[in-house]
């Protein structure tokens, strides 16, 4: 008597290979898929600023005590220039995986980083 | 038409959908919010089946903390501790602020004093918000620290006994911890399970994230961006005072904003003090109490609070872990 593999016809065989391509072609796209990571900006609690993570770009943000400059590089996102008092934001050096957040609090400037955090993130949230 | 042609294309379709379902990941659904109070970022994430749950618990559980920085700030003018601070002998307070001194005068007590919730002339008097901090002269800080100390103020029900008429009550040390727990109230009112809630690094973590249980990450001293450790923690808030985050120097001296109840200057035996604790609040107190003592000391008092576990980086950098830190550590 033959397996059931031994009386497949070449159309079954087709068909197979077919769907496997199928599922390969979905997963290699899912492992390569943009990672579209986000920075928003809010001032006074609206958006006034988004941009990707990955383009270098500067800008200066408006609050309450004047402009808060955001630089965005391959380091990440972070504040270079600030009319606060303390200059806490500009410490606080760069965000730059999903999740992170930089804020000028005295200027009412947030900074939040956007996109999939990945399992390989080494924390969800962080303790300072 | 062979007979297991069927069969075979059916074991395929079942294995793409498992894998859809797989990538897919459930139906869970994670709202993550920050908004500015209490003069630092506050952020809520929170996961569960329906997003219109999460956002209306989070909206909630965010007006309850302005509600209660309004009660509990001394940055805020109607304030009860403003109130406090203005009245030569104290006075009647709302339900939540007792809650809060209660707490603060217990650490206080079993602390010996290294937490003080007295120290609000100190603190105006050392100005960390102004943009030139300077060093006081000794006679002022002498001045600013004249009636402090865990008896100078006595909690009776509701009222509020201040033992000296130009006493200055400051929570910083504990309020935000409590509004933070009042918060995972809110949220677990609307039956959330899993969230966590965020003030400026001290923090709840209620259930787990939707993957795993939450890691957090704890701040390393004196590397900007670097991690000291990673826990691992479900239904415990893990809170961290350190010397790194306002300071100001001065003739290469470091002086920061946690004070040592004794002598009016930043205190001088930690880099920074984690805990792990069952409330934000406690672990508030408890965090600064332990960095004022020094590594020693901090372990005796934390010993005194069973469940509570922490990870105190002394000032020359050696690290002291309590007893049971191992067991939440993630990685070294």
Known sequence: MKTPWQIMTKGDWLIVLMLLGIALVGIAWLAVAPTGTRVIVTSGGETCFVADLDRPTSIDLDGPLGKTHLVIDEQGAYVTGSPCPRKICIAMGPAKRAGDLLACVPNRIMVRIEGPAGEDAPYDLLSR | MSWNRPLIIGLIVLLLALGWLRTNSADTEQVRRSQLMMGTIV??????????????????????????????????????????????????????????????????????????????RLKVLWNFDDENPVVPEQA?????????????????????????????VDLAGVAKGYIVDRAIGVLKKHAITDAAVNAG??????????????????????????????VQVRDRAVVTSGDYERFFEQDGQRYHHIFDPQTGLPARGCQSA????????????????????????????LADYPGAEGLIVAADGSLHPSPGWDAYQDTP
């Open chain 2, 201 to 230: 690094g001290d923090m709840y973590l209620l259930g787990q994230h939707p993957e795993h249980p939450w890691r957090i990450g704890i701040q390393h001293p004196r590397q900007q961006g670097g991690i000291l450790a990673t």
């Open chain 2, 140 to 168: 002022a800080i002498a001045r600013a620290m004249a009636g402090t100390g865990p008896r100078a103020v006595e909690l009776d029900g509701l009222n509020l006994i201040k033992r000296s008429p130009q006493l200055m």
């Open chain 2, 274 to 301: 984690t805990v792990i604790t069952d409330s934000v609040a406690l672990g508030d107190a408890l965090a600064t109490a332990i960095f004022v003592l020094g590594p020693q000391k901090g372990l005796e008092l």
């Open chain 2, 43 to 120: 952020e809520i994430v929170a996961s569960g089946k329906s997003s219109g749950q999460l956002e209306a618990a989070i909206d909630d559980a965010f007006a309850e903390m302005a509600r209660l920085d309004r009660v509990l700030s001394r940055y805020h003018q109607d304030s009860d501790i403003t109130r406090l601070s203005q009245s030569d002998k104290g006075g009647r307070v709302a339900p939540e602020t007792a809650e809060v001194i209660a707490i603060g005068l217990d650490v206080a007590e079993r602390s010996h004093g290294a937490f003080d919730l007295t120290l609000g």
